[in-house]
């Protein structure tokens, strides 16, 4: 009898067997199996996208993994990416500069079907904390895996390990991070097939920096350039700007001054950013690690961003990094109040195409502090909002589609606080309405993941209604989601409509005072020029007269001493100079 009942459940163990053990391109991984809800899942982490990022690979893009012969075991979370921020409140338990790992959850029915949509998740931290290793498994199943979704959270650098940033690029690239972003990707068009994924459906979905790397990479033509490791993009709260090159560059100097690695003062300049490498290369991990903490609690060097420059980024100030989208189609909003306060004064015009930077900043602060503004956000509010306002424009132009999104519940409506719906993060205790919330938010992003639309109610927004869906819930009020028009009308109308005739204004008035100081310079110079012709008139009109007078009193003096002589002298007078004319009798 227990011979049959082996024999009779043979095929479904032999089926979990191959589900937990997979070939792809560099060798076998074993992943963990997990029922929810009684379905199955497998869930393959710690897997090895490019070789450890160690001794000479240290600041290098990330090179390619090896194979390997035995099977490898996926079965866990590997290290985070080195980083010790005081900035986060949720700072990573086990940290290691080998890091490069991928992690992706996948279905039965995927394994079965092959053909499942993929998400691809970008996580944020401004690249400098947050890691690929701090979800919660139980949410990211029930969120994307539940859906038939494969999901992958892949690893970048961090800190000091992504912003080793000098001037000569040969040295050192710069955005190493995002480097490792897009390795991340490659594996996934490569290998996502034997998880049950469909590498020609991949969506780029990230939250707050995480969704200003995936959104540039959507304008960025050095960011796969054949169209073919993205095909959508979800950015939940974006805020795209960009670390100032010089100021990096001197953070990375002063790093190296601190941990004794700054270069002998007879070197070049390449020279002496290679002797900085080879000196941090050799340093222990850990010892970088302290001084970067040591440096950011202190103030005197951070870490963190994208910096601007070519390969990857182009332009100078920020607008010029995303003028051409990619064809394809953008998910993107925020929520109602995002941050309460702002650490830093930001140029919040950098994101629109101003020609005249400065002047509008220094009337925004004018506004701001005389009180003629009707809105009142922080800087780092209205930076995430007209991001997502610009590039959700952007997106709306003709081959491309733009949906957008307000969070409006007002009770937790700040940064990262719908995030704990879709990714479990951030977590707080939920009162009735956002319980209806939990289960229908996520709803919108995996509806736009899998269909390419997240409801049927929900319209693509365009530049001139500037519509968006209104996300919100009273069970008492009846207040359901529903579309309006008019995202954020008061900022939108100040930045985007005010801003751009005051802009123009500048720019004419500038174009009025170059006419201006040209004409008054023609009219000095035309001044000039008649004082000096009235001035040499009324010298030559004396002059001529003394002339006059002298000739006479020569000629008489001639005459009566020079009779034989028979000829003339003229004076020709002509303008300021005169000219002696001999001419015979």
């Known amino acids: 009898m227990s011979l049959l009942v082996v024999l009779l459940f043979l095929p ?257 300049q390449k020279s002496g950013e290679q002797f900085m490498l080879e000196c941090l290369q050799s340093k222990d991990q850990m010892e970088l690690l302290q001084m970067q903490h040591k440096l950011d609690d202190s103030g005197a060097a951070k870490f963190l961003g994208l910096i601007q420059t070519l390969p990857l980024f182009e332009g100078n100030i920020a607008y010029e990094a995303f003028k051409k989208p990619k064809k394809l189609a953008l998910l993107t909003g925020t929520t109602r109040q995002e941050f ?87 977590a707080f205790e939920q009162d009735e309405n956002e319980q209806v919330l939990a289960e229908l938010y996520p709803k919108y992003f995996t509806n736009f993941v899998k269909y390419g639309n997240p409801d049927k109610d929900w319209k693509p927004t365009n530049q001139l209604t500037r519509n968006y869906f209104a996300i919100d819930w009273n069970s008492t009020s009846g207040l359901r989601p529903h579309m309006e028009d008019y995202y954020e009308k008061e900022v939108s109308k100040y930045w985007l409509d005010d801003m751009k005739v005051y802009d123009k204004y500048i720019t004419a008035k500038k174009v009025e005072n170059r006419i201006n100081i040209f004409e008054i310079h023609k009219k000095i110079q035309k001044v000039s020029v008649r004082s000096l012709e009235t001035y040499h008139q009324t010298s030559n009109f004396y002059n001529y007269w003394i002339l006059v007078g002298l000739i006479f009193v020569l000629g008489i003096i001639v005459g009566r001493y020079t009779c034989r002589s028979k000829r003339n002298v003229y004076i020709r007078l002509n303008g300021y100079d005169y000219q002696e004319v001999v001419k015979p009798f």
Not at 14 to 36: H, P, Y
Not at 121 to 134: E, F, L, P, Q, T
Not at 237 to 245: D, G, K, Q, V
């Open 12 to 268: 479904f163990l032999s089926f979990n067997s191959e589900c937990r053990i997979l070939r792809i391109d560099k060798g076998k991984i074993e992943g963990a199996e997990r029922v929810f809800e009684g379905n199955r899942y497998y869930l393959f982490k710690r897997i090895p996208f490019a070789a450890p990022p160690l001794g000479k690979l240290r600041f290098q893009k990330a090179a390619d993994v090896k194979n390997w012969k035995n099977v490898w075991n996926s079965t866990e979370y590997g290290p985070a990416c080195m980083s010790n921020s005081s900035v986060t409140k949720s700072p990573q338990k086990w940290v290691d500069e080998d890091c490069l790992h991928t992690n992706v959850f996948t279905s039965q029915a995927c394994l079965t079907k092959k053909n499942c949509p993929v998400a691809f998740y970008i996580h944020g931290g401004g690249m400098n904390y947050d890691s690929a290793v701090m979800f919660n498994d139980t949410m990211l199943l029930k969120t994307f895996v539940s859906k038939d979704i494969v999901l992958v959270i892949s690893a970048f650098r961090l800190g000091i390990f992504s912003h080793f940033i000098v001037n000569d690029q040969s040295v050192a690239p710069h955005n190493i991070g995002v480097f490792d972003i897009l390795k991340g990707l490659h594996f996934v068009h490569d290998n996502i097939k034997h998880f049950g994924g469909d590498p020609n459906r991949v969506t780029l979905f990230g939250h707050s920096f995480g969704a200003s790397v995936a959104g540039l990479m959507g304008f960025s033509p050095a960011v796969d350039p054949q169209n073919k490791l993205f095909h959508q993009i979800v950015c939940m709260s974006p805020a795209i700007s960009f670390y100032p090159l010089r100021t990096a560059i001197q953070n990375t100097y002063e790093f190296a001054k601190q941990i004794n690695c700054s270069p002998p003062k007879k070197l070049s």
């Open 340 to 426: 309460e306060r702002s650490l830093h004064q930001l140029p919040v015009g950098n994101l629109i195409d101003f020609k005249n930077q400065v002047e509008v900043d220094s009337k925004y602060r004018k506004d701001l502090k005389n009180g003629n503004t009707k809105f009142n956000y922080t800087d780092d509010t209205l930076e995430v909002m007209i991001t997502s306002r610009v590039i959700a424009n952007k997106f709306s132009e003709p081959g491309s589609k733009a949906f957008m999104y307000q969070y409006l519940y007002p009770k937790h409506n700040h940064h990262t606080d719908d995030l704990a719906f879709i990714m479990g993060v951030h």
